[in-house]
């Protein structure tokens, strides 16, 4: 029932910028934290950003100055706006969603499929 769907990926010049999107559809949702993972290939997924309902922030040290992680509550949506993207940042980015039960915590996390960036030199 739980989709999380993914878009704003592509191809961009270093220095460039994007806004990745991520809207999460189900029903009866109880949404805890979201947030961004990337995996660059043969290395493992790395957090990106994770935000919490109330607007708690984390990033990683790539990520500081850089990447700004948002999130609107009304429209079940997580954002990440991406900067002066450097060849580094070539990676399939990925959303997640920590999701309660209807039975409350513990939850389960969602993924969403993946949005290819890739940064050229």
């Known amino acids: 029932q739980v989709q999380l769907a993914e878009s704003g990926g592509g191809l961009v010049q270093a220095g460039g910028s994007l806004r990745l999107s991520c809207a999460v559809s189900g029903s009866t949702l109880r949404i805890s934290v979201m947030g961004w993972y990337r995996q660059a290939p043969g290395k493992q997924r790395e957090l990106v950003a994770y935000?919490?309902?109330?607007?708690?922030?984390n990033y990683a040290d790539f990520a500081k100055g850089r990447f700004t992680i948002s999130r609107d509550n009304a429209k079940n949506t997580v954002y990440l706006q991406m900067n002066n993207l450097s060849p580094e940042d070539t990676a399939v980015y990925y959303c997640n969603a920590y999701i309660l039960t209807q039975w409350g915590p513990p939850g389960r996390d969602y993924w969403g499929q993946g949005t290819q960036v890739t940064v050229s030199s």
């Open positions: 935000i919490g309902r109330g607007g708690n922030i």
